[in-house]
C-alpha cells in the first residue's frame, strides 16, 4: 500500500472559494482529495482552448508557455484577450 504525505488543505488562495469548478457540484474536479495526497501536477503539461487567456495573470505567468499558442479569433500567436474582453481571466 502506497501512503501519501498529507497537504495543508485548503489552498491559501484567498479566491479559492470563488473558483466555483474546483469543489461544491457535479462538474467539479474535486482538487482537494488529490492535494492531500501530495498530487501535484507538478512537471505535468497542460493545453487550454479558450479563446482568451491573460498570459500576464499572476496566477499563470510563471507557467504560461507561447510554444504551441494561437489565437483563432485574431488569427495570431498571443492568446491574450482583447481590449473589453471581460470573462475568464481577463475579468
Given at each position: 500500500?502506497?501512503?501519501?504525505?498529507?497537504?495543508?488543505?485548503?489552498?491559501?488562495?484567498?479566491?479559492?472559494?470563488?473558483?466555483?469548478?474546483?469543489?461544491?457540484?457535479?462538474?467539479?474536479?474535486?482538487?482537494?482529495?488529490?492535494?492531500?495526497?501530495?498530487?501535484?501536477?507538478?512537471?505535468?503539461?497542460?493545453?487550454?482552448?479558450?479563446?482568451?487567456?491573460?498570459?500576464?495573470?499572476?496566477?499563470?505567468?510563471e507557467n504560461f508557455s507561447a510554444d504551441g499558442s494561437y489565437d483563432f479569433n485574431y488569427d495570431d500567436k498571443s492568446p491574450d484577450p482583447s481590449s473589453g474582453?471581460?470573462?475568464?481571466?481577463?475579468?
Amino acid at each position: 500500500r502506497i501512503r501519501y504525505k498529507r497537504m495543508s488543505v485548503p489552498p491559501s488562495d484567498p479566491s479559492y472559494s470563488n473558483q466555483w469548478h474546483l469543489e461544491g457540484n457535479r462538474y467539479s474536479i474535486h482538487p482537494m482529495s488529490l492535494w492531500q495526497r501530495s498530487l501535484t501536477g507538478s512537471g505535468v503539461q497542460i493545453a487550454i482552448v479558450d479563446d482568451g487567456l491573460q498570459t500576464k495573470n499572476p496566477d499563470l505567468k510563471e507557467n504560461f508557455s507561447a510554444d504551441g499558442s494561437y489565437d483563432f479569433n485574431y488569427d495570431d500567436k498571443s492568446p491574450d484577450p482583447s481590449s473589453g474582453d471581460h470573462h475568464g481571466t481577463e475579468s
